[in-house]
């Protein structure tokens, strides 16, 4: 549990700082960052999941660090405000690119 609250906390810090500096270069688009973060989080998942780590380090890595770097919530509500701004093609297109580039980016990362 320790290793989990100590990746969980620099997960979060770094996730948070990333999106901050990504949101300052494309200030309109929110969603950028969300994909920015959930796709090197899938490599980075890929990467370490396919070596093999003790029991703690997969806790602080895998679960904590990562599972906090990550957001699904954010992107699943990002991708609600799309609709309700009536942004449908940016909506799919946000939605559909997510899930390819994160998925194509694990099996990468986990193959490498």
Known sequence: MIGVAIGGFFGALLRFQFSQWIHTKWKREKFIATLFVNSIGSLLLGLFLGNSYGSFTTQLIA?????????????????VQL?????????????????????IFAFVGYTF
Do not use: H, K
């Open 63 to 79: 679960v904590g660090f990562l599972g906090a770097f990550t957001t699904f919530s954010t992107f699943s509500f990002e991708v």
């Open 83 to 103: 609709f309700e701004q009536r942004r449908v093609n940016t909506a799919l297109i946000y939605a559909g690119s997510s899930a390819a580039i994160s998925i």
